[in-house]
C-alpha cells in the first residue's frame, strides 16, 4: 500500500508543475462531473480529475475528462472569427477561410438576422444543441421561431422523454444504484458507457456490483456494458420490445408474478376499460380540477367534457363498479369480465393480459432470435428477484422494496414505434412493482432547476402527464409554421430529420415560406442528422447565409459563411448538472485559464448579436422566463442591460439555490465550492410509499395518448393533408407491431446499427491523440465489424474493403471479425464515420452511419418524432483502395 502510494505520488509530481486547483464541471461529454483542475503558475492546465467532495462521481472522471487540455489546447482549434471566400460549398470545395475581426462577423451576421425576422422569422433554421447552456435553446424565441434543424432530441430520447414525462414526470430513469440487486440493461451504456454521467455511474455500478448485484445485459453487440455483465443475451435489432413482450406474457401466463398491490393502488391496473379501449367512466360523478392548480395546465383545460367524469373500478367485495377515488372501495379486482351501465368492461390488467395472449416466449423468440427458454428463465429470475411483497424502512417509513430494474435507452427505443418501446419496458417494470420503489427504476431529472422533478397529481386519480420535457407544446395549426411538423404532433419532440423532407419539398406540406438562414451553435447536424446525406448537403447550400458557433470545422460548418469561436470549457461559464443519476444539485464551470486566441463565450455571442438586431429586452424577458428568474423581482434581468454570462449565472445561482437548494449561494461561493451536489436524500420524492402515489397512479393503461390521438384527429378533419399520416403510433399500451426494418427487400439481408463507447462523445472527440489512440487500438472502433461465420458464408474475410448499402444510402470500409456481434448486424462505430474534420489527427471513414437510415414517415414514430435507427443493408466486397496512413 505503501508503495502504491509512493508510486502515486511520483506520477503526480511528473505531471503537474506549481501551481493550484480550480473546482470546475467537465464538458467533454454532454453531462456535467465535477472536477478540478490543476493550473500551473503558468497558466497553463496540467491535471484534470474529478472532484473528491462531489457524492456523485466521488473524485472520479473518465478518460474523456482527462483529454480535456489537449482539447482546449488543439493547435487546430479557431481562435478568431473566420468567412469564407469560396461560394461554392459542400465536401471537396475549400471554403477559402479568412480571419476577420468580431466586429465585422457580428455585423454581418446581426444584418442578416435583423432583414430576416423584419420579413419572416420562418425563415431561420437554427441547430442549436449546448446541453450545458440550455437558456440558450430558447435564444430563436425572441423571433417567436422553432424551426429546430437538429436531431438532439429524436435520434435519442425523442420517445424516451416523453414517455418518461407522461409516466413518470420525469426525463429520465435510471436503476436505484444504492439497492437494485437485479439489472437488466437493453440497448443501453448506463453504468458502464453512455447515458448518464458515464463517470459517476461507473462508480456506481462498480459498487453496486461488489455488494452482488446481478447484471444482465440485452444487445446485439458485445459492448462494455454486455462484456462486464453476468449474462449477455444477443438480440437481432429494433425488437426489443417483442422480447420484453415475450417476458410480460411469461410472467402473467406462466409465472404468475406481478405485484397485484402496486398494479391496484399505484397504478391504474384496475381501471374498467370499455370494449372500444376508453376507461369506463361514471355518469354522475365528475372531477374539477384541484384548488389551487396553477392556470395553464394543459391536462386540465384539454379534458373533452365526457373525459371529466370519473373513471371507475370494479370492487370484488361489494360486487359493483365505483367511481376509483370512492372512499368505500375495499379492494380493486384486476382480472375478470364485467357488465356495469349495460357494458362489458375489464379491468385494465385483464385487458392487457387478454390482448397478450399470442405473444408467447415461442412468438418472441421468432422475432428476436432470443431462445424461448431464455425469455422463460430470464422472466422468472427477474420476476423473483423483484422480492413482490417484501417491504423496507428507511428513515421511519415503510416502502414496497423492489430491488430490480430494466434499464434501457438509445438503442432500446430508436425505433419506429419507439413510443411504443418506451411503454413496454415501463410496464415491465410497473408489472412487478419496481417503477419508483426503493432498488427499482427511479425517475431522473433533466437537472436545470426550473424543470427539477414536480410530480403532482392529475385527472383521473393519475400522475399530471408531462410530455413537453424540452419546451412547451407546440399549438395546432395547419398550414404549419415549422419545418419539423410539430404542430400535428402533440406530444412529439423536434423531428429535426423531418427538415430534410419540408425543405427539399415544401409545397407537399404546406409550407408557404422558405428557409434562408442556418444557425450550427455547438451542433455538427449535417454529421448527427438521419437519411441520405447528399440531400442534407442539397439543403445546407440552399440557404443563403449560414452562421456557426464552434470550436472547430467539421462536417456541418464546412457550409457556414461565417464562423464565430466558442471558449472550451476550461475558458468559460455554465452552471447546472445534467440527468444527474442519483443526486441533485448545481456544478458550477469557471474559466480557470485565460481564453486562448480571440474566442468569446458563446451566451455573450448571442447577447451581443441580440443587442445588435434590438432585440435585447426579449432575449432578456425570454431568458428571465425559462430560469425563472422572472418569478422573483430583484433577480429577473432588467431587459435594457447586457449581462454578462457570469453575471446573469449569479442571479440563476442566487434564484435555483433560494427556490430549491437553499442556502441561497451566489456564483462566487460556486467558484469556490464547485458545487451543492447533495446525494439524492432517502425519505426522497422518487420513491413511491403509501404517503405519496395512491392520488398519482401511473398508467398502467394510459388513455392519454389516446385522448391525444383523438384530439389531433379531430383538428385534422378540417384539414386535407397531402401525405399520408398515420396514427398508429398512439397506443394506450404496447402491441407487437413491426418496425419496416423488418420487411424490407430480401437483398437487404444484415442489420446496420451503430453505438457510442465511454471513450468517445460521439465522434467529435477523436481529433484528441489520447482518444484516437483508445480507438485504433479497439477492433471494434477501427473498422466495420461482423461475425466470423457470417462473413465467411458471405465469402468475406478479414481486412475485405467492403460496401455497406441501404436503400437510402451507401458506405464503405474495411471489414473486421468479431465474435462478439449478432450474426445478423454489422457493427459501424461512430469512430468509423467522419468525412470532414479540422483536424489531421481524426481518421475519416468511408462515409456517414446516418444516411443508411430512412428519413420519412414510414421510418418515424409519429406520436413522439423518435426515428428508426437501425438500417437494413446488404453488403458487397469492393477492390481495396490503397490502405490509409496508420491503418
Ligand atoms: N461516452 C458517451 N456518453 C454519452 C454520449 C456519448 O457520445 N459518449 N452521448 C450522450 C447522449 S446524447 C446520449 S443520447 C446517450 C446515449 O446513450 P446510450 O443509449 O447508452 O448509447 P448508444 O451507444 O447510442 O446506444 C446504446 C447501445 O445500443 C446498442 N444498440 C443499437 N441498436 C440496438 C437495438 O436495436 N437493440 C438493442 N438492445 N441495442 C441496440 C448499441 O450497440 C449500443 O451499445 O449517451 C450520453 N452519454
Ligand atoms: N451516426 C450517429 N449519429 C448520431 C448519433 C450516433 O451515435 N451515431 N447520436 C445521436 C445523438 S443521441 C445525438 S444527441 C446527436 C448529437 O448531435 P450533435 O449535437 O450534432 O453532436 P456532435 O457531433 O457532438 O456535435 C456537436 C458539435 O459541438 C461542438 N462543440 C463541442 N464543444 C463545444 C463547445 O463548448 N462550444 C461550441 N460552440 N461547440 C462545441 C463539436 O465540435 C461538435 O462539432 O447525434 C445523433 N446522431
Ligand atoms: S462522463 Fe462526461 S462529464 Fe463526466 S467525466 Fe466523463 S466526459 Fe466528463
Ligand atoms: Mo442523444
Redesign the pocket.
Known amino acids: 500500500m505503501r508503495e502504491k502510494l509512493r508510486l502515486e505520488k511520483m506520477a503526480r509530481a511528473n505531471s503537474v508543475r506549481p501551481g493550484r486547483w480550480y473546482s470546475t464541471t467537465c ?1 467533454m461529454c ?1 453531462h456535467t462531473c465535477a472536477l478540478r483542475a490543476h493550473v500551473s503558475n503558468k497558466g497553463v492546465v496540467d491535471k484534470i480529475e474529478g472532484d473528491p467532495t462531489s457524492p456523485s462521481n466521488k473524485g472520479k472522471c473518465c478518460v474523456k475528462a482527462n483529454t480535456g487540455a489537449m482539447r482546449n489546447y488543439d493547435p487546430y482549434r479557431l481562435k478568431k472569427p473566420v468567412k469564407r471566400t469560396n461560394p461554392r460549398k459542400g465536401p471537396g470545395e475549400d471554403p477559402g477561410w479568412v480571419e476577420i475581426s468580431w466586429d465585422e462577423a457580428l455585423d454581418l451576421v446581426a444584418s442578416k438576422m435583423k432583414a430576416m425576422i423584419e420579413k419572416d422569422p420562418r425563415e431561420f433554421c437554427y ?1 442549436i ?2 446541453f ?1 447552456k440550455i437558456y440558450n435553446w430558447a435564444w430563436p424565441g425572441q423571433f417567436g421561431n422553432a424551426n429546430q434543424f ?4 429524436t ?3 425523442g420517445a424516451y422523454h416523453v414517455t418518461a414525462g407522461i409516466y413518470n414526470s420525469a426525463f429520465a430513469g435510471v436503476g436505484d444504484y444504492e439497492r437494485c440487486k437485479y439489472w437488466i440493461g437493453c440497448g443501453t451504456g448506463d453504468g458502464f458507457s453512455s447515458h448518464l454521467h458515464v463517470a459517476a455511474a461507473q462508480r456506481m455500478m462498480a459498487d453496486a456490483r461488489d455488494r452482488g448485484m446481478k447484471v444482465v445485459v440485452v444487445e446485439p453487440r458485445l459492448s462494455t456494458s454486455a462484456a462486464k455483465a453476468d449474462e449477455w443475451i444477443p438480440i437481432r435489432p429494433a425488437c426489443d420490445r417483442h422480447f420484453v413482450l415475450g417476458l410480460i406474457h411469461t410472467l402473467m401466463y406462466e409465472h404468475k408474478i406481478y405485484d397485484a398491490e402496486y398494479l391496484k393502488w399505484f397504478a391504474n391496473g384496475g381501471y374498467l376499460i370499455n370494449e372500444e379501449g376508453w376507461f369506463h367512466r361514471s355518469s354522475t360523478e365528475k372531477a374539477l380540477p384541484p384548488e389551487g392548480r396553477p392556470e395553464g395546465s394543459m391536462r386540465w383545460f384539454r379534458q373533452t367534457r365526457e373525459e371529466r367524469y370519473k373513471p371507475m373500478v370494479w370492487d370484488p367485495v361489494d360486487k359493483c363498479a365505483k367511481v376509483f377515488d370512492d372512499p368505500t372501495i375495499k379492494d380493486i379486482a384486476l382480472e375478470g369480465t364485467y357488465e356495469v351501465d349495460g357494458k362489458k368492461v375489464r379491468p385494465a390488467f385483464q385487458y392487457i393480459k387478454d390482448a397478450y395472449k399470442e405473444y408467447t416466449p415461442e412468438w418472441a423468440e421468432k422475432i428476436t432470435t432470443v431462445p424461448a427458454d431464455t425469455i422463460r428463465r430470464i422472466a422468472k429470475e427477474f420476476g423473483e428477484a423483484a422480492q413482490i411483497g417484501s417491504s423496507i424502512t428507511i428513515d421511519g417509513e415503510v416502502y414496497p422494496y423492489r430491488p430490480v430494474s430494466f434499464n434501457w435507452y ?1 438503442g432500446a427505443q ?1 425505433h419506429k414505434f419507439g413510443t411504443m418501446d418506451n411503454q413496454s419496458y415501463i410496464l415491465l417494470n410497473m408489472l412487478v412493482g419496481s417503477y419508483n420503489a426503493p432498488g427499482g427504476l427511479l425517475g431522473v431529472t433533466l437537472g436545470s432547476p426550473h424543470m427539477v422533478w414536480t410530480d403532482e397529481p392529475g385527472p383521473d386519480g393519475i400522475l399530471d402527464p408531462k410530455p413537453h420535457q424540452l419546451h412547451p407544446e407546440v399549438p395546432f395549426a395547419w398550414p404549419p409554421n415549422t419545418t419539423t411538423l410539430m404542430e400535428i404532433m402533440p406530444l412529439g419532440v423536434d423531428p429535426g430529420q423531418f427538415n430534410q423532407l419540408t425543405l427539399t419539398d415544401p409545397e407537399k406540406y404546406d409550407i408557404t415560406f422558405k428557409p434562408k438562414i442556418c444557425l450550427l ?5 449535417v ?4 437519411g441520405n446525406v447528399e440531400k442534407w448537403h442539397d439543403i445546407m447550400r440552399s440557404f443563403e447565409f449560414v452562421w456557426a ?4 470545422h ?1 462536417e ?2 464546412t457550409f457556414a459563411d461565417v464562423i464565430l469561436p ?4 476550461l475558458e ?1 461559464w455554465a452552471l447546472l448538472m445534467c440527468e444527474p443519476p442519483a443526486t441533485e444539485g448545481l456544478n458550477c464551470r469557471q474559466p480557470v485559464v485565460e481564453p486562448l486566441g480571440e474566442t468569446r463565450d ?1 451566451y455573450d455571442i448571442l447577447a451581443e448579436i441580440a443587442e445588435r438586431m434590438g432585440t435585447l429586452p426579449v432575449m432578456n424577458d425570454i431568458y428571465s422566463f425559462i430560469t425563472g428568474l422572472v418569478n422573483t423581482p430583484d433577480l429577473m434581468l432588467d431587459p435594457q442591460k447586457r449581462y454578462t454570462h457570469k453575471e446573469f449565472l449569479d442571479r440563476c445561482a442566487h434564484y435555483w439555490t433560494r427556490s430549491v437548494w437553499p442556502p441561497e449561494r451566489g456564483i462566487e461561493w460556486f467558484m469556490e465550492n464547485g458545487h451543492n451536489t447533495i446525494w439524492r436524500p432517502p425519505t426522497h420524492k422518487y420513491y413511491m410509499s403509501d404517503k405519496r402515489g395512491r392520488d398519482m397512479r401511473r398508467p398502467f393503461y394510459c388513455e392519454y395518448i389516446l385522448q391525444q390521438k383523438k384530439h389531433l384527429q379531430e383538428q385534422l378533419k378540417n384539414v386535407k393533408l397531402k401525405f399520408d399520416w398515420s396514427f398508429k403510433d398512439y397506443a394506450a399500451f404496447p402491441d407487437g407491431s413491426l418496425s419496416p426494418v423488418h420487411s424490407e427487400p430480401p437483398e437487404y439481408d444484415m442489420y446496420a446499427i ?3 463507447e465511454h471513450f468517445m ?4 472527440n477523436l481529433s484528441i491523440p489520447w482518444i484516437r489512440e483508445i480507438a485504433d487500438r479497439d477492433p471494434h472502433h477501427v473498422g466495420l465489424i461482423m461475425n466470423p461465420k457470417t462473413a465467411k458464408a458471405k465469402g468475406l474475410q478479414e481486412g475485405d474493403y467492403i460496401e455497406v448499402r441501404s436503400q437510402f444510402g451507401q458506405l464503405t470500409g474495411w471489414l473486421v471479425y468479431t465474435e462478439g456481434i449478432h450474426p445478423e448486424v454489422i457493427g ?1 462505430s ?1 469512430a468509423t ?1 467522419r468525412t470532414v474534420t479540422h483536424s489531421p489527427i481524426t481518421r475519416l471513414g468511408g462515409g ?3 444516411t443508411l437510415l430512412g428519413n420519412n414517415f414510414e421510418y418515424t414514430d409519429l406520436c413522439t418524432g423518435a426515428m428508426e ?1 437501425v438500417a437494413r443493408v446488404k453488403i458487397t466486397k469492393l477492390p481495396a483502395p490503397p490502405l490509409p496512413e496508420r491503418y
Open positions: 464538458k454532454i441547430a444543441t449546448d450545458h437538429h436531431v438532439i432530441g435520434y435519442c430520447g438509445r430508436g451553435y455547438h451542433s455538427n447536424t454529421w448527427s442528422n438521419v458557433i464552434e470550436l472547430f467539421n456541418s460548418s466558442d471558449r472550451t470549457f468559460s458563446s451503430t453505438y457510442k462523445n460521439f465522434t467529435e459501424v461512430n464515420n456517414q452511419f446516418n435507427t
